[in-house]
């Protein structure tokens, strides 16, 4: 049996979201300045760079690194299961932008 779970997100905090995906990510991937990249974790130059970018952007920004690292990502959820003691195999993450769109069929 294959099993899908699908979690919608409203709200993020990208300059969290960025910190958090740094050691499972390759840096050069992340198309922001060195000098942030390298500064990540000291607090407010995350949310003072991300507050010149648009949110759009930010939303452009974090899904293409999610794609580009997603096999990196899989195999850290694979060893964070493990040291849970859950046996499970994750075939494929996506993280896509969902927009309210209606389509009219006429």
Avoid at 15 to 42: F, G, H, S
Avoid at 51 to 76: C, G, M, T, Y
Avoid at 99 to 105: F, K, M, N, R, S
């Amino acid at each position: 049996m294959k099993l899908e779970l699908k979690i919608d997100i409203d709200e993020i905090n990208y300059a969290q979201a960025i910190r958090a995906l740094l050691p499972y990510i390759k840096k050069e991937d992340l198309p922001i300045p060195d000098m942030v990249k390298n500064a990540a974790e000291t607090p407010g130059v995350l949310e003072n760079f991300l507050k010149f970018i648009p949110k759009s952007k930010q939303d452009e920004i974090l899904l293409k690194v999610f794609e580009k690292n997603k096999v990196r990502i899989i195999a850290k959820a694979h060893r964070v299961a493990e040291n849970r003691g859950v046996d499970v195999t994750i075939s494929d993450i996506t993280l896509t932008e969902q927009t309210d769109d209606v389509v009219v069929l006429g």
